[in-house]
């Protein structure tokens, strides 16, 4: 029995095809990014387990501040500036995310109305950003991951504070050029997430997936966008192997065998990771031996853009600048956002990677914002048609 969980996350099935590739000028250019939610949350994880009932709020609170003053707005302008500069035939977004509010909250009557009072909408920004440069970008998939509102500090009265609701809805979106058709989109939430007790709420932080097919000059590929679990430590790095072996087994699942498969995303894995034993509690997996999503990729026959390259310039780093996205002096120091290709029978003739916004004159001009806090990856692919 071990050896057959083993086997399944360390493997993918190709099963029957859905379209037939056809030729033509078989080259493609794709760009993963991680646009940044604009806070980190885990703060509010730990004041779940402060006794003090204004501990989450005022984590929260101090999240939501943290967001408004990384300003997706000014970041959105950064972003499409590189956008518009490498014109990507496709493009995979993670953490695409809406921020809302609901003054006062309901939160304490057990969120009878869902906060909808949209502050932020970061797809709808950074669309219109698109837009203002000449950009035609459409979506050609999303995925609504986690859903998650919880209290903050609204204000204070002479009777105590006032608590709203503040509501954080995370999505994977897959953006196509215009004039590129695709089909057969297939994007849905992973089996198994994670799920923390914030103060008897049951918060899940679910994650997604985007597939497509699209014809880029007449030549068929897969299109893959994802955002796993982060690594680190159990339960999460059990659940980023057990994510990615449903990710790989559902690509092969909903794949033509015949086409390259293009899967971009924030994998949360970087190179160096080696397989582990897992300690997470999660049953059937407690003992065994996993591979991280990086390896797993490798295993399942994918390659890396970033090696596949005749020369390499750089470490490729892409994780992570400080949550204020503000220090002109910070290093990346991991590489967990990747593009993978499965050639299926076409062969790569030439890859050409590139890390964008990992610079400090990347920066936006009014405040001095890097456009994310993960530099983004772009890669141009020729195949042998």
């Known amino acids: 029995m071990k050896t057959k969980i083993i086997a399944a996350l360390l493997a993918v099935a190709s099963l029957a095809p859905l379209a037939q590739a056809k030729g033509g000028d078989d080259k493609i250019k794709v760009l993963s990014r991680n646009i940044y939610l604009g806070a980190d949350i885990f703060p509010v994880l730990a004041a779940a387990q402060n006794p003090d009932p204004l501990a989450v709020p005022l984590a929260v609170t101090e999240v939501f501040q943290t967001a408004q003053a990384t300003n997706f707005p000014?970041?959105?302008?950064?972003?499409?500036?590189?956008?518009?500069?490498?014109?990507?035939?496709?493009?995979?977004?993670?953490?695409?995310?809406?921020?809302?509010?609901?003054?006062?909250?309901?939160?304490?009557?057990?969120?009878?109305?869902?906060?909808?009072?949209?502050?932020?909408?970061?797809?709808?920004?950074?669309?219109?950003?698109?837009?203002?440069?000449?950009?035609?970008?459409?979506?050609?998939?999303?995925?609504?991951?986690?859903?998650?509102?919880?209290?903050?500090?609204?204000?204070?009265?002479?009777?105590?504070?006032?608590?709203?609701?503040?509501r954080l809805q995370d999505r994977d979106v897959t953006l196509v050029r215009s004039g590129i058709q695709y089909s057969n989109e297939f994007s849905g939430n992973f089996t198994y997430n994670g799920v923390v007790d914030i103060n008897g709420v049951q918060a899940s932080f679910t994650r997604g997936y985007n597939m497509i097919d699209v014809?880029?000059?007449?030549?068929?590929?897969?299109?893959?966008?994802?955002?796993?679990?982060?690594?680190?430590?159990?339960?999460?790095?059990?659940?980023?192997?057990?994510?990615?072996?449903?990710?790989?087994?559902?690509?092969?699942?909903?794949?033509?065998?015949?086409?390259?498969?293009?899967?971009?995303?924030?994998?949360?894995?970087?190179?160096?990771?080696?397989?582990?034993?897992?300690?997470?509690?999660?049953?059937?997996?407690?003992?065994?031996?996993?591979?991280?999503?990086?390896?797993?990729?490798?295993?399942?026959?994918?390659?890396?853009?970033?090696?596949?390259?005749?020369?390499i310039k750089g470490t490729g780093y892409t994780c992570c600048f400080d949550d204020a996205v503000s220090d002109e002096t910070a290093e990346l120091s991991s590489r967990i956002d990747h593009v993978f290709i499965k050639e299926n029978g076409r062969p790569v003739g030439r890859s050409k990677s590139k890390v964008l916004g990992n610079s400090a004159a990347d920066m936006t001009d009014a405040s001095d914002l890097y456009p994310s806090d993960h530099a983004g990856v772009y890669a141009k692919i020729r195949f042998i048609d």
Not at 98 to 107: A, E, H, K, Y
Not at 114 to 132: H, K, P, R, S
Not at 215 to 225: D, I, L, Q, W
Not at 238 to 244: D, H, I, N, P
């Open 74 to 166: 000014e970041r959105a302008a950064a972003l499409a500036d590189e956008i518009a500069r490498h014109s990507p035939d496709v493009i995979g977004l993670q953490e695409v995310s809406i921020w809302s509010t609901q003054i006062p909250g309901d939160f304490l009557a057990g969120n009878p109305t869902a906060a909808n009072d949209t502050v932020y909408d970061f797809l709808a920004i950074l669309q219109a950003n698109l837009q203002a440069r000449g950009m035609d970008y459409e979506v050609a998939a999303s995925v609504d991951n986690a859903d998650i509102e919880l209290p903050f500090v609204a204000g204070v009265t002479a009777q105590g504070p006032i608590l709203g609701d503040v």
């Open 215 to 311: 014809n880029v000059k007449g030549a068929e590929y897969r299109f893959v966008n994802t955002h796993l679990e982060v690594g680190g430590s159990e339960p999460f790095k059990s659940l980023q192997a057990v994510q990615m072996n449903e990710l790989l087994t559902l690509v092969g699942a909903t794949s033509n065998p015949n086409i390259p498969v293009i899967m971009v995303g924030d994998f949360n894995s970087d190179p160096r990771e080696e397989a582990f034993i897992g300690q997470s509690g999660i049953p059937g997996l407690d003992g065994l031996q996993l591979a991280p999503p990086y390896l797993q990729a490798l295993l399942g026959g994918y390659g890396d853009t970033w090696t596949m390259q005749k020369k």
